[in-house]
């Protein structure tokens, strides 16, 4: 007789198996901690955990070392619940999300929570989006889950144009914020294509299906009128230093393109910006980020971005002191 016989008539071989099910989906535990809180030895407790990969399909195991073995999600933890809301509240900071999506799931990692932290919670304010917006992104967010081919109008300044999509990926600029949607058009050989999602008007849903073609994840496709820098560009640290009330902005820390901000003796701010270099070394892409914070940010360096933002600025200037015509439309003969 071996020494795990005595312990394996203890109990039966289903009365194992369900007490390791319970066990697994309260949390991952490793072979060692299994055969700790059941009695049993290693060789039993791995033999048994075989015969439950069998039967149950939720059954994973998650690398190590040490391996784990778990049935399911586990459960978050409080901090965890915390940190994504947090990671919420960014997105709703932002305008990348909608408040009608976020609202059901701040409401399911909050009630978990102990009273006196609920109670604490921030309400977050949501910014104003328009209800085609967030209609446009269900619609997008149904195909893509579903591999469904979507039918829209591509707005361009004066014109519109019909198009239609396979989404393969929904992600935010990293600099405006703007949702984007990238995907493959079935109209044009398969060609990767990104658009503003803001940019999509009339956005239906096919009945036709697609099969999934996942993109390289270096693959950072060219945007409709605004260009992408090319995956592979030369990045460089863009320093910018926010006085006035853009220094409180930056320190609340809404801002997930900025790196680490530094306080001045003054009471500026400096803060570096990732930014990719085009051809001309001028960082096009983040000006217009950068004419947002009209005069509350100044741009350090490097030099050849810092000439752009001045040329930039200076133009933005000389518009400014024009006095526009007015036209019929403005009220005025």
């Given at each position: 007789m071996t020494s795990d016989e005595p312990t394996e008539r203890a109990q039966s071989p289903v009365q194992r198996l369900f007490l390791l099910a319970r066990l697994?989906?309260?949390?991952?535990?490793?072979?060692?901690?299994?055969?700790?809180?059941?009695?049993?030895?290693?060789?039993?407790?791995?033999?048994?955990?075989r015969d439950l990969e069998a039967l149950e399909p939720e059954?994973?195991?998650?690398?190590?070392?040490?391996?784990?073995?778990?049935?399911?999600?586990?459960?978050?933890?409080?901090?965890a619940?915390?940190?994504?809301?947090?990671?919420?509240?960014?997105?709703?900071?932002?305008?990348?999300?909608?408040?009608?999506?976020?609202?059901p799931l701040r409401a399911t990692?909050?009630?978990?929570?102990?009273?006196?932290?609920?109670?604490?919670?921030?309400?977050?304010?949501?910014?104003?989006?328009?209800?085609?917006?967030?209609?446009?992104l269900t619609l997008v967010t149904q195909a893509w889950l579903e591999s469904r081919t979507i039918r829209f109008q591509e707005w361009r300044p004066g014109a519109r144009r019909a198009a239609r999509l396979h989404p393969l990926r929904i992600e935010s600029h990293p600099v405006s914020g703007d949702l984007l949607v990238?995907?493959?058009?079935?109209?044009h050989a398969g060609e990767v294509r990104t658009y503003r999602l803001g940019r999509m008007l009339h956005v239906t849903l096919d009945t036709e299906t697609f099969t999934p073609d996942p993109l390289d994840?270096?693959?950072?496709?060219?945007?409709?009128?605004?260009?992408?820098?090319?995956?592979?560009?030369?990045?460089?640290?863009?320093?910018?230093?926010?006085?006035?009330?853009?220094?409180?902005?930056?320190?609340?820390?809404?801002?997930?393109?900025?790196?680490?901000?530094?306080?001045n003796p003054d009471g500026s701010v400096d803060a570096p910006l990732l930014a990719r270099l085009d051809a001309g070394?001028?960082?096009r892409s983040v000006l217009p980020w950068l004419l947002s914070w009209g005069p509350q940010v100044q741009v350090i360096g490097p030099d050849g971005v810092r000439a752009a933002w001045q040329?930039?600025?200076?133009?933005?200037?000389?518009v400014a002191a024009q006095t526009p015509t007015r036209f019929v439309q403005h009220g005025v003969a």
């Open positions: 697994l989906r309260e949390r991952p535990h490793t072979v060692a901690a299994l055969a700790a809180a059941t009695g049993q030895s290693l060789a039993v407790t791995a033999r048994d955990l059954l994973r195991v998650l690398p190590g070392p040490p391996q784990e073995y778990v049935i399911g999600t586990p459960e978050l933890d409080g901090a619940r915390l940190t994504l809301l947090r990671g919420l509240d960014a997105l709703a900071a932002r305008g990348s999300e909608p408040a009608v999506t976020l609202a990692l909050a009630a978990a929570l102990p009273a006196h932290v609920r109670a604490a919670l921030p309400v977050p304010a949501h910014p104003a989006r328009p209800a085609t917006l967030d209609h446009a990238v995907g493959r058009d079935p109209d994840p270096a693959q950072t496709p060219a945007l409709p009128v605004t260009p992408l820098p090319a995956a592979g560009a030369p990045s460089v640290n863009v320093w910018l230093r926010f006085t006035g009330e853009a220094t409180f902005r930056v320190l609340e820390g809404g801002h997930a393109c900025l790196g680490e901000p530094v306080i070394g001028t960082a040329r930039l600025t200076r133009e933005a200037a000389e």
